[in-house]
């Protein structure tokens, strides 16, 4: 999977920027504040959601004009991708000409990524790591986005009713049969996620350290059948109306790591071995998906280079090429892209007066 074509126009820092590519890694140098992260922000929303920064459609559009933003991509597979965004509008998707769902964008184009904001995965809250791992199953599952939509919509709806204190049980037995049926393929494709990331590992010669990687929840006895499901909403009603909320299923499950040489989980290893982790099943994730596309994804780093010393960036472009990835790099100069040579593409982006530049 690869990007030939990309336009983007009036979207973050970029009036107009378009150029054509060929399969290689992007490495992409800058000043900071020049828009490169932009850029691969940009590749992000050619898949579900709201892209790498989770910036909403309206904080995408370039200022001061505020006339909406649109971003069209020419995949490898012959696909044309156009996604837009007028203001005060939710973005809009068209594959080849056709109106089309976000979720439709996961059938043909997968796509893993890093970002800086992840660099404390491991010792923040549970609402990232689980993001991060849906992000992961939607790459081998296409269809997890939709499961886990579902399933949020039905709870959203069961929370309401339980901040209203509404007791008739009648109100809760369609939206608890709704989450079960939903959560059961949450539960289920999140494990499947981890299984795939497990095998993708086992054999694997890479720089990176691997990880042995697991699900919790607070209630260690989490259902994962639609049936064992529902009747556990319906028997913790009373001490979900009492928190106002619902305290069980799988929004509530967490993501666990452990420093498989060192057998030390995650969130106790140094800065340096908990970027090392996150790179690692990034890279895990790119090997394992070719045994379903045939191809692997588009892998975006963003600043990845800064973190790393020679030693360790040499090792991750040798794989990133083994893998025959269209990784996209960013970072301040073109010296962090040094033991890459030609086998990438590299594009200096620069920006005056508020509008980025980009050269090939």
């Known amino acids: 999977m690869s990007v030939s074509e990309l336009t983007l126009s009036h979207f973050r820092s970029h009036r107009r920027t378009a150029f054509t590519l060929d399969p290689?890694?992007?490495?992409?140098?800058?000043?900071?504040g020049a828009g490169k992260t932009n850029l691969i922000e940009a590749v992000s929303l050619l898949s579900p959601g709201r892209g790498l920064?989770?910036?909403?459609?309206?904080?995408?559009?370039r200022r001061p004009e505020a006339l909406g933003w649109k971003v069209t991509a020419t995949l490898s597979g012959g696909h044309e991708v156009e996604t837009t965004a007028q203001p005060g509008q939710p973005r809009t998707v068209r594959i080849d000409g056709k109106t089309a769902t976000q979720i439709a964008l996961s059938r043909i184009a997968r796509i893993v990524w890093l970002v800086p904001a992840m660099d404390r995965l491991w010792i923040e809250g549970a609402d990232n790591r689980r993001r991060f791992l849906d992000r992961i199953t939607l790459s081998f599952i296409p269809d997890h986005a939709e499961a886990v939509l579902v399933y949020e919509k039905g709870m959203r709806e069961r929370n309401r009713l339980l901040k209203d204190m509404v007791r008739d049980a009648h109100w809760y037995t369609a939206l608890e049969r709704q989450m079960a049926e939903a959560g059961?393929?949450?539960?289920?494709?999140?494990?499947?996620?981890?299984?795939?990331?497990?095998?993708?590992?086992?054999?694997?010669e890479t720089a990176f350290p691997?990880?042995?990687?697991?699900?919790?929840?607070?209630?260690?006895?989490l259902p994962d059948t639609a049936e064992a499901l529902a009747r556990a909403l319906?028997?913790?009603?009373?001490?979900?109306?009492?928190?106002?909320?619902?305290?069980?299923?799988?929004?509530?499950?967490?993501l666990t790591a452990i420093y498989s040489a060192k057998g030390v989980p995650a969130a106790q290893c140094s800065t340096g071995e908990q970027k090392a982790l996150l790179i690692s099943l990034v890279l895990t994730n790119a090997r394992a998906l070719p045994q379903d596309t045939g191809t692997p994804p588009l892998v975006l780093l963003d600043e990845v280079a800064a973190h790393l010393d020679a030693a360790r960036r040499a090792p991750l472009y040798d794989e990133i090429c083994a893998l025959g990835a269209q990784a996209w790099m960013t970072g301040t100069g073109p010296e962090l892209f040094a033991e890459l040579g030609d086998r990438a593409q590299h594009l200096a982006v620069t920006e005056k007066d508020g509008t980025t530049s980009v050269d090939i």
């Open 234 to 254: 319906a028997d913790n009603r009373q001490t979900d109306l009492r928190a106002g909320r619902t305290l069980i299923g799988p929004h509530r499950m967490d």
């Open 210 to 221: 691997a990880a042995d990687l697991g699900l919790t929840h607070p209630d260690a006895d």
């Open 53 to 61: 920064r989770r910036a909403t459609a309206d904080e995408l559009i």
């Open 24 to 32: 290689r890694p992007v490495a992409i140098h800058g000043p900071n």
């Open 184 to 204: 059961e393929a949450v539960i289920r494709n999140r494990h499947a996620a981890l299984s795939r990331l497990s095998a993708a590992q086992t054999g694997a």
